[in-house]
């Protein structure tokens, strides 16, 4: 068997998922590519501006799988905010991980820590965007059969013409639930114990940067970018972002950091604002 984790270049300036839409039909075509591809995904997580799996397949498919995802989810962003482009450019890293040296156990760790050492949870299992409640955890599978939707809604809600195994299971967020194509016991079974499990996940070099941060939770980028869009009319009676000046511009990159208590690279994220010029903008203006 062999093992990749495939890591995406995390973007200074944009996002993947600018509302909890795009988060859902990205975790619905994470199914639709596991299915059409045969890649077996053990573990993933949908972040904010770049995206982590580890899949077993061989090393042509891993890049099938992300390329195939890249794809689909790039032209979905076209459909719904016009010419997106930035994916087909973004990076991608795929590297070997091994169950003997245990560096596969490290990347599954790896891959649930990314929320909670982004500030955004203070446990994997809370964040819902990709396998963070996946594993051991007994309550995982609540949800409603694909098969008892009509084939209709089914293309609706996965926003694919794939027809996908009837068992697997909707959850209450509007999303395949991973726990239907994740081999949760295969796993867990890594793992041998959730006792074990969770020693690799405190041991995590993610864990590591989330012991750094505040212990104040962040906010996440979507939120910020809906709080920014209300922001941009309250204070200064506009529609969008680009109809500001650069000294309102400044004032809310000023207004963002201290209501929301983010730093100048989120701000950059949510907003599409290089780092040096929106730094410029929050110390001159």
């Known amino acids: 068997m062999n093992f990749y984790l495939i890591t995406t270049k995390a973007l200074a300036d944009r996002i993947w998922f600018r509302d909890t839409e795009d988060f859902r039909v990205a975790m619905n075509y994470v199914a639709v590519v596991a299915f059409t591809t045969g890649v077996n995904v053990l573990a993933f997580i949908l972040m904010s501006n770049h995206v982590h799996f580890v899949v077993e397949c061989d090393s042509a498919k891993a890049k099938e799988f992300i ?156 939120v910020l970018i809906a709080a920014c869009r209300n922001l941009v009319f309250s204070l200064f009676r506009e529609k969008s972002l680009e109809d500001l000046s650069d000294s309102q511009t400044g004032e809310l990159l000023r207004q963002m950091g201290r209501r929301f208590s983010t730093d100048l690279n989120q701000l950059c994220r949510v907003t599409g604002i290089p780092y040096e010029k929106a730094s410029k903008l929050m110390d001159v203006f």
């Not at 076209?78 to 997106?84: D, E, I």
């Not at 959850?171 to 959730?194: C, R």
Request: with cysteine; charged share 20%; proline share 6%.
């Open 67 to 222: 390329d195939r995802f890249k794809m689909l989810y790039g032209a979905w962003l076209h459909k719904k905010y016009g010419s997106v482009e930035f994916l087909r450019r973004v990076g991608v890293d795929i590297r070997p991980v091994r169950p003997e040296n245990e560096s596969l156990l490290r990347a599954i760790a790896y891959v649930q820590m990314n929320s909670v050492a982004a500030n955004i949870c203070p446990y994997p299992n809370i964040y819902g965007w990709g396998t963070g409640a996946a594993f051991f955890n007994p309550e995982n599978t609540r949800g409603y059969k694909l098969g008892t939707l009509s084939k209709r809604a089914q293309f609706e809600l996965t926003h694919s013409r794939t027809i996908l195994p009837a068992a697997y299971l909707v959850g209450d967020e509007g999303y395949i639930l991973p726990q239907s194509y994740v081999p949760v016991k295969f796993v867990e079974g890594l793992f041998w114990s959730a006792k074990r499990y969770r020693l690799f996940l405190n041991n995590s070099s993610k864990a590591g940067k989330h012991m750094e941060k505040s212990p104040a939770p962040s906010f996440e980028d979507h």
